[in-house]
């Protein structure tokens, strides 16, 4: 029993709950055919922008699209400069580059591993050869970033706000949804996400009307009123009616699988109070998505090996920081660099992280992680 491993993310157990309703939902796609933007795709934009309050939803082909989307809506392009933080998923500057823009990469807070405010103002005042026009908070493992100061800095100096909630939505700051903050939100709905698909999905939530009407245009070849008249360089980038209807049903439980991910967090962190590692920090007034349960260690390769002898799966979110990528390392970064990215990247370590974890195997999370003991606190 001990030996049986455990599932780092168990999509099989919300498979076996919702497996009726999936299957009668993508009968019914294939009972009326409809396979590109189909109406279960209108129909999933409505729940997915009513779930966060945010007047428009944009579905589309994945995350890394939904952020390059909003990038090419707003024009930006060669010669603008797009600060990102530097510990995150390669998409978020990806995206910029894609575009033609230039990231520039901003450190990040050692306890909430999101963007620092102070690293961005810095990066902000040494970009001189570039136009600043926008930043890219990540609500990082799920936990949303400081809105309200990122909103501040930004407004100083008439940057765009596209939010990098790939692995944030659900999230909350201050009794508002994730999907709300800034100009723009980005989503991605791949299997593992917190609100994950079976393939490849993404959105842009946002309450300017302008911008989601170009966004719809941008995810059909730029696309005009008349179907043969393209108005402006755009892209293939469409949700499939197949994965909407999946969205649907997983969207009905999603508020209650958020509610389980909050006690396994919570379970978690009471466990490790007070051992070696340090158990992630949510600031007072957030509420994570938890899209990963990402804690500290000095010993983190000891941790893997214990975790490993035990049939515990452990993920390491991110062994490399974005400014030290083989291809991103020659853009601008913050004046004094991104020394908080380096650090983490060499002591973050995610647990096994689902609504479906119980609490026998959790039991086994926690006693392969007390097994590596005490060191150098942190
Ligand atoms: C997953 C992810 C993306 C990209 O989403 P895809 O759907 O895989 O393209 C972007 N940003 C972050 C922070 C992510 O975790």
């Not at 405010?117 to 970009?127: E, G, N, R």
């Not at 245009?217 to 999946?246: C, E, F, P, W």
Request: proline share 6%; with cysteine; aromatic share 8%.
């Amino acid at each position: 029993m001990a030996d049986t491993p455990i599932a780092f993310i168990d999509l099989a157990a919300q498979q076996a709950r919702l497996k009726d309703d999936i299957d009668r939902r993508i009968a019914a796609v294939l009972a009326h055919g409809r396979y590109i933007l189909g109406p279960e795709v209108a129909e999933f934009e409505t729940a997915l922008a009513d779930f966060c309050g945010a007047r428009h939803a944009v579905a589309c082909s994945n995350g890394t699209d939904a952020l390059s989307m909003a990038l090419r809506a707003w024009g930006i392009g060669p010669g603008d400069a797009v600060f990102v933080p530097s510990f995150t998923f390669i998409a978020t500057a990806e995206a910029v580059s894609l575009v033609g823009a230039t990231p520039v990469f901003v450190d990040v807070e050692r306890d909430s591993f999101n963007l620092d405010t102070a690293s961005l103002s810095s990066a902000i005042d040494s970009t001189t050869d570039l136009r600043p026009r926008a930043v890219i908070p990540v609500d990082l493992f799920g936990l949303p970033a400081g809105h309200k100061a990122i909103a501040t800095i930004a407004a100083r100096h008439d940057l765009l706000i596209l939010d990098d909630a790939a692995q944030g939505f659900g999230g909350r700051l201050d009794g508002r949804a994730v999907g709300t903050f800034g100009h723009a939100t980005s989503t991605s709905f791949f299997p593992a996400k917190p609100l994950g698909c079976y393939g490849d999905g993404g959105a842009v939530l946002t309450d300017d009307a302008d911008l989601a009407d170009r966004l719809r245009s941008i995810r059909v070849h730029g696309k005009g009123n008349n179907k043969y008249d393209n108005v402006r360089i755009g892209l293939n980038a469409r949700l499939d009616t197949m994965q909407a209807a999946i969205l649907l049903s997983k969207l009905s439980i999603f508020a209650d699988e958020l509610e389980a991910r909050q006690r396994v967090a919570a379970r978690y962190t009471d466990a490790l109070a007070h051992s070696a590692v340090t158990p992630p920090m949510v600031p007072p007034g957030a509420w994570s998505a938890w899209a990963q349960y990402t804690i500290l260690t000095d010993r983190r390769d000891d941790l893997v090996a214990a975790c490993q002898a035990r049939g515990v799966p452990t993920q390491i979110y991110y062994p490399i920081p974005m400014h030290r990528q083989t291809g991103y390392r020659h853009y601008p970064q913050a004046p004094q660099g991104c020394p908080n990215a380096d650090w983490l990247a060499e002591r973050a370590i995610s647990l096994p992280m689902h609504p479906y974890l119980s609490e026998a195997d959790q039991d086994r999370v926690i006693d392969a992680i007390r097994a590596v003991g005490a060191s150098n606190a942190l």
